[in-house]
């Protein structure tokens, strides 16, 4: 949410159930990646954070183009992989979306909003408590793992909710880590920068280590490959999106999923980024 992965000045189609529904343009998917995995949780605007821990130092300024696909993703991997718990944190994400939890584990193990602990410490141990419940152990440093989950709690049941909601969320400052890593809330932009240069991110080597061997290891293991069936419905349903956009008018306003079979695409996942050489100047002699 905080660098806007949908557009507000363009539309794109869906096709569901035979139907089209229209949506605000996909920019770049990694733009809802980044914040979720708290690796940007600064503002076009600079006006708000979510919670995430960490800020791309050059996406504070501008705002990267979408088109380039193999740049933004490759910055946002290279931050990642200095997090030290990156892996830990998508793999928690993956099955919080994914897999079905016993009613025990999870809804009714939560307490009711009104009986939410007051005091932030309370809160913490009852999302580590609650990972544990699900199999995940080791976010005593940051439990604040969901961070895209704003996303969720915006969406009210009608326009005027929503707006609500969102207005709360982007009105409310920033919250930054102070050396313990526990969120401090501050009101101004230049507070936050000032806390984020004094308590900069120091995660020991080792643990970089050790994240990116979990994260080779989980990526070939459930990632790479083919898996034909799901090709082939996509195939299918571009074919239908685009027919069904063009009989309504809507030639080239199909919103169609990024082909992920990308050489270049997925290279920038693992290696880094070419440096742009600097062009000498021309001088006269």
């Known amino acids: ?157 009608d326009f005027d909710e929503t707006k609500k909601r969102y207005d709360m969320l982007t009105s409310s400052g920033y919250v930054v880590p102070d050396p313990d890593w526990k969120m401090i809330h501050v009101d101004t932009y230049e507070e936050a920068l000032a806390l984020k240069e004094k308590y900069k991110r120091r995660v020991h080597p080792a643990e970089m280590i050790k994240d990116a061997q979990a994260s080779g290891k989980l990526w070939f293991k459930d990632y790479f490959g083919y898996e034909p069936i799901g090709e082939f419905k996509d195939l299918i349903y571009r074919i239908k999106v685009k027919n069904a956009c063009a009989k309504a008018g809507l030639k080239g306003k199909e919103a169609l999923a990024p082909l992920l079979i990308n050489p270049s695409y997925l290279s920038a996942m693992i290696l880094p980024p070419k440096k742009k050489r600097k062009k000498n100047p021309i001088t006269n002699s």
């Open 1 to 157: 949410m905080t660098m806007g992965m949908f557009r507000d000045d363009d539309e794109e189609y869906l096709l569901i159930n035979g139907e089209l529904h229209a949506r605000g343009r996909r920019d770049n998917l990694d733009f809802c990646n980044a914040p979720c995995f708290g690796l940007h949780a600064l503002s076009r605007d600079k006006k708000w954070t979510n919670w995430g821990q960490h800020w791309i130092k050059e996406w504070m300024d501008e705002q990267p183009d979408p088109s380039k696909r193999e740049e933004i993703r490759s910055t946002y991997m290279r931050v990642g992989g200095r997090t030290g718990d990156s892996t830990l944190r998508f793999d928690v994400i993956r099955h919080v979306a994914r897999d079905l939890y016993p009613r025990g584990k999870v809804e009714d193990f939560l307490p009711d909003y009104q009986h939410l602990p007051r005091d932030e410490e309370g809160r913490r141990q009852i999302m580590l408590n609650l990972y544990a419940n699900m199999g995940f152990k080791g976010l005593e440093r940051d439990p604040n793992l969901i961070t895209c989950s704003q996303c969720m709690m915006v969406c009210g049941k």
